[in-house]
């Protein structure tokens, strides 16, 4: 019997905001590997889990190991086609043994909370990448859409699209812990997010 890896998108973080086929998945693995706040979340009584930490080659080599006797479900955060682990994944094994389940992304929910359409939106990413000059220029009305991270927080993000030509009052959404109790959205104008409510590892959606 051939065995397979099944990637389940878990949205935002709350259970609530993640598809019914990836939780029913999620329940009935016999092995589950994911961050350690989805494992919390999420694992089981009896289930086989690993914590997926910075050395991703000993997570693949865990997962290469449990394919021999069954499936494992992989948990990523958001939608597993966005800046997740699929991408190793697909590196590292055929595409025919991958199954992916689509979730929520972090980004598409920071947009649903601000009932703002996002079809023309740019989305791009500050999380452990800095996107190219020339996919920050500004015109009026541009929409871009951006994870954050501790480097590239906010506030470093606000700046940094000010000193490459945006207007300084150009509407900024700070979206942070989305889908959870202490959910905080915050809008203010570039110049204003320089330095107020800065926040790491959020969504930050900018409207020229």
Not at 160 to 186: F, H, M, N, T, V
């Amino acid at each position: 019997m051939e065995f397979k890896i099944i990637v389940a998108g878990i949205g935002p973080g709350a259970k609530e905001y993640v598809v019914p086929k990836a939780l029913a998945a999620i329940e009935q693995a016999k092995v589950l590997v994911g961050g350690s706040r989805a494992l919390n979340d999420f694992a089981r009584t009896g289930q086989k889990t690993l914590a997926i930490k910075a050395d991703i080659s000993a997570v693949m080599d865990f997962i290469r190991a449990e394919l021999k006797q069954n499936d494992v479900v992989v948990m990523v955060s958001g939608d597993p086609g966005y800046y997740s682990l699929l991408s190793s994944l697909r590196r590292n094994f055929p595409a025919e043994k991958i199954e992916v389940i689509p979730g929520l992304s972090s980004v598409q929910v920071a947009f649903a909370k601000i009932a703002l359409p996002w079809q023309e939106a740019s989305l791009l990413s500050f999380h452990g990448r800095v996107p190219r000059d020339e996919d920050l220029i500004y015109h009026k009305g541009r929409i871009i859409g951006m994870l954050t991270d501790n480097k590239f927080n906010s506030g470093r993000i606000a700046q940094y699209l000010i000193e490459r030509g945006w207007d300084k009052q150009a509407k900024a959404y700070i979206c942070s812990r989305l889908s959870y109790p202490d959910e905080k959205i915050i809008c203010l104008s570039l110049q204003e997010a320089q330095t107020k409510e800065i926040a790491s590892h959020c969504v930050m959606i900018v409207e020229g």
